[in-house]
């Protein structure tokens, strides 16, 4: 069990990892939902033009990040499961030990809602569901969805986080 906060400590310390959690399942349930209405409303290999550069389209990713194992023979989906797994059960440790750090707990939360996300697709499916489509001249960036835009944004947030931890120590 996790020390009480210190007296004096911040609300967002007093408050625990609660408010981190709720951030993680509202991210969870935009993902799941806008995963939904793909599914709902299009086959696989369908697009929509929104731009000169983005297109809505259904696609399936059985492996990690940029197709990473996509072309394995199945094991990657339980392999890749047991890691978000224990990274969720990681994230929260961490919620739990770091509470009332504001942006280390924001990323980590970006991080466990996106990864919870993806591993939901990855049980239901066998594979996540990917939509967002970005390309230029021809050339297109690996579809992803919004736990991915969560999980990038967390690891951004956790490197700036870093920065100013590393900033702070110099001074």
């Known amino acids: 069990m996790a020390a009480a906060p210190a007296p004096g400590a911040s609300p967002l310390a007093r408050a625990g990892i609660w408010p981190w959690l709720a951030l993680a399942l509202v991210i969870f349930i935009a993902d799941q939902w806008t995963k939904v209405l793909i599914l709902g409303h299009y086959r696989l290999g369908d697009y929509t033009p929104v731009t000169g550069f983005f297109n809505i389209v259904r696609a399936h990713n059985t492996g990690a990040a940029f197709s990473f194992l996509a072309g394995a023979s199945g094991w990657q989906r339980w392999l890749f499961t047991a890691i978000g797994v224990g990274a969720g059960v990681f994230i929260i440790w961490m919620l739990v030990k770091h509470r009332g750090q504001a942006l280390f707990s924001f990323a980590m939360a970006c991080i466990l809602g996106g990864a919870v996300g993806n591993v939901v697709d990855?049980?239901?499916?066998?594979?996540?569901?990917?939509f967002l489509d970005f390309h230029w001249a021809g050339r297109h960036f690996p579809a992803f969805?919004?736990?991915?835009?969560?999980?990038?944004?967390?690891?951004?947030?956790?490197?700036?986080?870093?920065?100013?931890r590393m900033r702070r120590g110099a001074a």
């Not at 991915?148 to 690891?155: F, H, M, N, R």
């Open 122 to 130: 990855r049980l239901m499916h066998g594979y996540v569901v990917d």
């Open 145 to 164: 969805n919004l736990a991915d835009s969560a999980i990038t944004l967390g690891a951004v947030c956790l490197i700036l986080d870093e920065l100013r």
